[in-house]
């Protein structure tokens, strides 16, 4: 299989450069030049297949014929090694629970494919591969335990002093190995302009192998659109299915809207977010205005450009740039897809509600999505509903806690984080320290 880049159609790289490269020099994205509908043998066979032979499938469908089948089927057993197994609040409305995964947050099936697939292609024996990231909390999370013990591969995570929880801390700094975690006495922007000098560091990468993990690296995108079908799978025959994508950088969302493409019989989605809502107007008004982020209590959700809106128009028609994506474009997308937004205070009434109701604990993010669900099917009463939970409520644990106004249980994977021991190296914000940290250490 190649890769396009939506920027530009002509500009064509294989499976490994894809992953590697992450994004393409014209900074646009990379996306499968064919994505062709699965057979009908392969929707036939659906209900008795298991999770990861679907994975396998949609991978192979995906990635086309250059790794083995033996390969492929190894990579996607050993990233996707748990469940998604889908929730009946009700009839009309179910819960598709993301976060089984060892981060607790849907994250976890990019992170661990492409943890796998970038160890699959990575044939320097001499010399590991460096990954560099800078993280405000929750990708740095997935990423570490994604990446955790790969061979062949070295991790090295910059973070904020202060400004992530201490869970979100613990997650960084305990796994050891060859997870590196380094605390900046700074904010996630000197991370993250410390990761840009080391990516234009001439020298320093010709003395070592740097790449990135990147959210919008394609190799992510690819086990997100598995659960779909799972999901489809476990919900079998009966009314209309749709899926609520509560929505930040709309990787879940494309993901969907891949699996459609693919094949998978769904006629509509819906897009829910916080107050920072551009999707949401975009799809209103035809009009793409990006704006700063505003901070909210669904906070994975806090992206005022959304990265992966390129890719959905490109699915849609819209072929270079996304500043105005077109009528055509902007039709199409509205016949698919419904895009609501709320705000924090009926977020927070929307988790004391699904426990009253229904005795279930949302996390915030969930919430966004139960609310964006419920008004689509005021007008659209027969069809299931499928609520994305990206993350397990635990994960905003102080929040969740003063909204329910009790104590919420803890998975175990989470509690036994609070005991171990934190190892991160301290750096100020300068530059220098970090490359001189990376070359005494990996050259
Ligand atoms: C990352 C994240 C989201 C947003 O997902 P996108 O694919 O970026 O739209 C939603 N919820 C949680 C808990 C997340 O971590």
Redesign the pocket.
């Known amino acids: 299989m190649q890769f396009y880049s939506t920027n530009d159609p002509d500009h064509r790289v294989g499976v490994k450069e894809a992953i590697f490269r992450g994004l393409p020099a014209d900074n646009g994205l990379y996306m499968p030049e064919r994505i062709d509908p699965l057979p009908d043998s392969f929707f036939r066979e659906l209900p008795t297949l298991s999770f990861s032979e679907i994975g396998f499938r949609v991978a192979r469908q995906l990635l086309g014929p250059e790794i083995s089948d033996s390969d492929l089927r190894r990579i996607v057993e050993d990233a996707i090694n748990f469940p998604a197994p889908v929730v009946a609040l009700d009839e009309q409305k179910y819960i598709l629970e993301l976060f089984h995964g060892p981060s607790l ?3 976890d099936f990019g992170a661990r494919f492409m943890s796998r697939l970038m160890a699959y292609y990575n044939d320097d024996a001499d010399r590991d591969l460096i990954i560099l990231v800078a993280t405000s909390g ?1 990708t740095g999370g997935a990423v570490a335990a994604g990446f955790y013990d790969t061979p062949g591969i070295q991790v090295v995570i910059l973070y904020p002093s202060g400004k992530v929880s201490d869970l979100q801390e613990k997650q960084l700094t305990t796994l050891g190995k060859n997870i590196h975690a380094l605390e900046v006495s700074g904010t996630f922007d000197d991370c993250q302009a410390i990761v840009k000098r080391a990516f234009l560091d001439g020298d320093l990468r010709a003395r070592l192998r740097l790449s990135s993990a990147n ?1 919008i690296n394609i190799s992510r995108l690819i086990p997100q659109t598995f659960y779909y079908f799972e999901a489809y799978k476990q919900l079998g025959e009966g009314d209309p299915v749709v899926f609520c ?9 494309t993901a969907a809207l891949i699996a459609k493409r693919l094949g998978l019989p769904i006629d509509h989605f819906i897009a829910a977010t916080n107050d920072n809502d551009v999707v949401p107007r975009f799809l209103a008004e035809g009009q793409y205005r990006t704006r700063a982020s505003v901070p909210t209590l ?1 906070n ?2 806090d ?1 005022g450009a ?1 990265s ?1 809106f390129a890719r959905m128009t490109n699915l849609y028609g819209h072929i270079v740039g996304v500043d105005h994506p077109g009528e055509e474009t902007h039709r199409s997308m509205r016949e698919v897809i419904s895009g609501y937004s709320y705000t924090d205070e009926v977020t927070e009434a929307a988790v004391k509600e699904v426990e009253r109701n229904y005795g279930y604990t949302i ?1 915030p ?1 969930g919430a966004v999505g139960y609310l964006a669900l419920k008004e689509w099917q005021k007008d659209h009463p027969a069809t299931r509903g499928v609520i994305l939970e ?2 397990h409520p635990s ?1 905003f644990k102080p929040d969740v806690e003063r909204i329910l106004g009790h104590e919420i249980p803890v998975p175990e994977r989470l509690a036994s984080l609070k005991d171990k021991e934190k190892v991160a190296s301290q750096m100020g914000t300068a530059y220098e320290p970090v490359r001189k940290y990376l070359l005494d250490k990996f050259e």
Do not use: E, I, Q, R
């Open positions: 947050a849907f994250k929750d959210s994508v509560p929505s930040g950088n709309f990787g879940n969302l669904s994975a959700m992206v959304p992966n996390d993010h990206t993350a994960k």
